[in-house]
């Protein structure tokens, strides 16, 4: 009998923000595996940690986290063959992916490979973007407002040409590149309308004016909200 595989996002990093659709399978499935770095424990499993316990396998797929080095291939090659041994086996796996799973996540690329040979579900989870909203207090957009999501390594005159197109804009992956992006958005006089929310969320989580951040402190997991009207709603 074959087993079954879905994707489950599992929010931006609230443990409250959890579907309980996201719940109800991680706590269906017989296999656990979860996106970690090198060393250490796994950010996404965290989230989820309180409701698991030891009668199923984990099964955390150790990548590089720096940006300049992901996704690194053969580290998807290789967990696309393990989870398909539990799959063989008639094992349920859940893949947990911080976020949703659908944007930028981990586990797109985890889908790309299997889909092929296995049928392969997702449940969508509250998204980084929308966490950072509610943070800051500021909606994303309204009426016909066009929102951009733009990664932060986009080059400068990239990321300019996207701005001059949108109303409001989201800049994520920004952690080193912030003081580029910072210059440049000030550049364009869009420093005023411009907030950066650091771990949304979370205990630490912090929204900040983007004259009043000191760049060595921006973490990866940061995003850069802006409005040109400076709210959606004026």
């Known amino acids: 009998m074959s087993g079954w595989i879905i994707g489950v996002g ?8 959890l579907t309980l659709k996201g719940l109800r399978i991680i706590r269906q499935a017989d296999v656990l595996a979860f996106p970690a770095p090198l060393e250490g424990p796994s950010f996404a499993r965290s989230i989820v940690a309180s409701h698991l316990d030891d009668t199923r396998i984990e099964l955390p797929i150790r990548m590089p986290m720096q940006a300049d080095r992901f996704p690194v291939q053969a580290v998807y090659d290789r967990a696309v063959t393990e989870i398909g041994a539990h799959l063989e086996a008639g094992r349920g796996v859940a893949v947990l992916c911080q976020g949703d799973p659908f944007l930028y996540g981990s586990f797109l690329y985890l889908f790309a490979r299997l889909s092929a040979d296995w049928p392969v579900e997702v449940v969508p989870g509250v998204s980084s973007l929308t966490a950072c909203a509610a943070a800051a207090g500021s909606a994303l957009a309204a009426r016909n407002d ?5 990664p932060a390594p986009l080059a400068d005159g990239d990321l300019e040409a996207r701005l001059s ?13 912030f003081s580029r992006v910072r210059s440049l ?10 907030r950066l929310v650091v ?7 912090r929204v900040l004016p983007l004259d009043g951040v000191d760049p060595g402190e921006v973490p990866y997991f940061s995003t850069i909200l802006l409005h040109k009207r400076g709210r959606a709603w004026l």
Do not use: I, N, Q, Y
């Open 165 to 177: 197109a949108c109303d409001s804009a989201a800049l994520v992956k920004v952690g080193r590149h």
């Open 146 to 150: 066009v929102l951009s999501v733009m």
């Open 10 to 17: 599992v929010g931006p990093g609230d443990p409250e923000l």
């Open 199 to 205: 771990h949304a969320g979370l205990p630490d989580e």
């Open 185 to 194: 958005l000030l550049r364009l006089g869009l420093g005023d309308c411009a």
